[in-house]
């Protein structure tokens, strides 16, 4: 089974801040990779698939990268909605499963 | 516009069984596989398994694979997810959520949760 670690857990940072997320698989999940948003009393919204393309209505100031064993989410310039908590995802394709992240919180400093 | 709705809040003892269901409109349902993903009190998202609501396959995660079946009514373009024996574990908010298609990563629609409590 594929786990997926995702680092920092908790980071504190301000408005306008750019921010680097990373998600590193235990094995090599190629670019089968998600990232979601996921705000208290909200269902998760999916912010990129494929590793590297945003979802429909996503902003530009999201983008996502990585290949293999090691992805990375930015968020150019953190707007006050951006405070949420992140998570990654990966599928394998046989069988067809998927495993999240643990997750990393991104709260206003 | 793409809905998934699914069934309100429940209320089980332990050892006994659930169903949630998800209902799904604005898209042709046999098109797109449904998942469904749990998030208990304080804790992370969890996959439970997916169905292909075409021909009915499924998935399960190896943790519940004992205790849970997703299955469909294509008549009413609907989801279920029976979960059998609960526990005070099981007590979390269950999502459907869509497949953004069926050769990529990712679900792009998500119901609004469905808050199961197992207590006695």
């Known amino acids: 089974e594929i786990v997926l670690t995702q680092s920092p857990a908790t980071l504190s940072l301000s408005p306008g801040e750019r921010v680097t997320l990373s998600c590193r698989a235990s094995?090599?999940?190629?670019?089968?990779l998600a990232w979601y948003q996921h705000k208290p009393g909200q269902s998760p919204r999916l912010l990129i698939f494929d590793a590297s393309y945003r979802a429909t209505g996503i902003p530009a100031r999201f983008s996502g990268s990585g290949s293999g064993t090691d992805f990375s989410l930015t968020i150019s310039s953190l707007e006050p909605e951006d405070f949420a908590i992140y998570y990654c995802q990966q599928r394998t394709n046989w069988p067809r499963t998927f495993t999240f992240g643990p997750g990393t919180k991104v709260d206003i400093k | 516009q793409v809905q998934l709705v699914q069934s309100r809040a429940d209320l089980q003892k332990p050892g006994a069984s659930v169903r949630v269901s998800c209902r799904s409109s604005?898209?042709?349902?046999?098109?797109?596989?449904i998942n469904w993903v749990r998030q208990a009190p304080g804790q992370g998202l969890e996959w439970i398994g997916w169905i292909n609501t075409y021909n009915g396959n499924t998935n399960y995660a190896q943790s519940l694979q004992d205790r849970v079946t997703i299955t469909t009514d294509t008549s009413t373009s609907t989801a279920y997810m029976e979960l059998r024996s609960l526990k005070s574990d099981d007590t979390a908010i269950y999502y459907c959520?869509?497949?953004?298609?069926?050769?990529?990563?990712?679900?792009?629609?998500w119901g609004q949760g469905t808050l199961l409590t197992v207590s006695s």
């Open positions: 959520a869509r497949d953004r298609c069926a050769a990529c990563s990712g679900f792009d629609y």
């Open positions: 604005g898209y042709t349902f046999t098109s797109y596989g």
């Open positions: 094995q090599s999940v190629g670019t089968s």
